[in-house]
């Protein structure tokens, strides 16, 4: 390089890049929030400690980051049972690529029945009701309406609440109680005081995705960052399970049965 040539600096809002005196395709010190990543955070932060900056424009709190990690580690794995997981396990017995049964999770878990656009609209309600039982009951009739200039079908059932269950599951109220302990907003809290109206208002049990939208809601995302947070937390499970299909075969994939709603038609010899 000539020395009257200048090595560029990459910025954003987010981060900022400078690059190596010889190389200026390679990164010399990289800043999230005007922190040095590698020389100040890197062994000293946490995981979800960058994560929350690459979102808000500030470095979290203690309790914050201890939020977000717990909600992590309950997002992690949703499961077999879960559409998207099942979804990249086909992938993985099947022998596609890694990518392949990302995207296939990433597809199925971003609807609107258990998925991100599911959390999308729980924070909605959160961001227009807060504390406010009478405004819930009002938003969680509304919110059934289809709206004529979106991409997106009719809501089938309220958002955040088990459209199958018949009652507040176990890990949905252990992951309640525990977040809400950490007293980072108000939302949590105020959800555990009034789980009962709004499930009785919803006529449909407290789902994880209601659950997580709370506790963004509480760390300041907005719904859009809710909607992408909840996307990419539930990969580390989908992954896994892919993996571990990969050299089983389909002889060996857990959901061998297929259940129809009616008994199939015997054909004529």
């Keep these: 390089m000539n020395a009257d040539q200048t090595i560029p600096t990459i910025r954003t809002r987010i981060w900022r890049e400078e690059a190596e005196s010889d190389n200026r395709f390679a990164t010399r010190t990289a800043y999230c929030r005007g922190y040095d990543v590698?020389?100040?955070?890197?062994?000293?932060?946490?995981?979800?400690?960058?994560?929350?900056m690459l979102f808000m424009p500030e470095a979290p709190s203690p309790a914050q980051s201890a939020l977000l990690d717990s909600l992590a580690l309950a997002l992690?794995?949703?499961?077999?049972?879960?559409?998207?997981?099942?979804a990249a396990m086909c992938g993985g017995v099947c022998g596609s690529p890694a990518a392949s049964s990302l995207m296939a999770a990433l597809a199925v878990g971003a609807g609107q029945a258990g998925g991100a656009r599911e959390v999308y609209n729980a924070a909605n309600g959160w961001l227009r009701c807060?504390?406010?039982?009478?405004?819930?009951?009002?938003w969680l009739t509304e919110s059934l309406t289809a709206d004529p200039g979106s991409v997106w079908p009719a809501v089938e059932h309220p958002s955040g609440f088990d459209d199958h269950g018949a009652g507040t599951s176990l890990p949905v109220r252990q992951t309640l109680d525990c977040l809400a302990k950490y007293g980072v907003g108000p939302r949590l809290p105020w959800l555990i005081e009034n789980l009962a109206a709004l499930q009785a208002?919803?006529?449909?049990?407290?789902?994880?995705?209601?659950?997580?939208?709370?506790?963004?809601?509480?760390?300041?995302f907005d719904p859009e960052q809710s909607e992408m947070l909840y996307l990419l937390l539930r990969l580390p499970g989908a992954a896994a399970h892919a993996?571990?299909?990969?050299?089983?075969?389909?002889?060996?994939?857990?959901?061998?049965?297929?259940?129809?709603?009616?008994?199939?038609?015997?054909?004529a010899a």
């Design 130 to 138: 807060g504390t406010d039982l009478n405004a819930w009951r009002r």
């Design 38 to 52: 590698y020389g100040e955070m890197l062994g000293r932060a946490r995981w979800t400690d960058l994560l929350y």
């Design 243 to 267: 993996l571990e299909q990969r050299p089983l075969g389909y002889k060996k994939f857990p959901f061998g049965v297929v259940e129809l709603e009616t008994p199939p038609v015997e054909q």
């Design 76 to 86: 992690a794995n949703p499961g077999p049972r879960d559409p998207a997981v099942h």
């Design 201 to 220: 208002l919803a006529g449909r049990p407290l789902a994880l995705s209601g659950v997580a939208a709370a506790a963004l809601a509480d760390l300041g």
